[in-house]
């Protein structure tokens, strides 16, 4: 059964898409944690990290430099910003088609309260 993030990578699902190639899919979130959240996405259904291969190491690199093209696109780049990926349910993953979380345009605080 399609994820909804490929069902938004092809047109089924309306999105506010700010990038899009052969390999990977950007688009707003629909309730961002930050003025800019955007997640990126490889057009490709991978559920997790954990189901990575070697043969996606480009891949996961394409991604992390489109977040950066987007970090700029989105004049954060200066100020900072976060790129976030979650996985699975401990690690707070919602959605099981893997994707970085762009997230900026304000001073973001710590992630994880120390213990």
Same mark, same amino acid.
């Given at each position: 059964?399609?994820?909804?993030? +490929? #069902?938004?990578?092809?047109?089924?699902i309306?999105?506010?898409?700010? &990038?899009?190639?052969?390999?990977?899919? +950007?688009f707003?979130?629909?309730?961002?944690? +930050? !003025? %800019?959240?955007?997640?990126? %996405?490889p057009?490709?259904?991978? !559920?997790? %990290?954990?189901d990575?291969?070697?043969?996606?190491?480009?891949? %996961?690199? =394409?991604?992390?430099?489109?977040?950066? #093209?987007?970090a +700029?696109?989105?004049?954060?780049?200066?100020?900072g &910003?976060?790129?976030?990926?979650?996985?699975?349910? =401990?690690?707070?993953?919602?959605?099981? =088609?893997?994707?970085? =979380?762009?997230?900026?345009? #304000?001073?973001?605080?710590?992630?994880?309260? #120390?213990?």
């Open positions: 059964m399609p994820t909804l993030f +490929a #069902k938004i990578i092809r047109g089924e309306p999105s506010d898409t700010v &990038y899009q190639d052969d390999r990977v899919t +950007a707003r979130d629909i309730n961002p944690a +930050a !003025p %800019v959240h955007i997640l990126i %996405v057009n490709k259904t991978i !559920p997790t %990290v954990n990575l291969t070697e043969e996606d190491e480009a891949l %996961v690199g =394409h991604m992390v430099l489109v977040a950066k #093209k987007l +700029a696109q989105e004049q954060i780049e200066k100020n &910003y976060r790129l976030i990926i979650n996985c699975n349910i =401990h690690g707070g993953q919602e959605i099981f =088609h893997l994707h970085i =979380h762009l997230l900026g345009g #304000k001073l973001l605080r710590r992630m994880v309260q #120390k213990r």
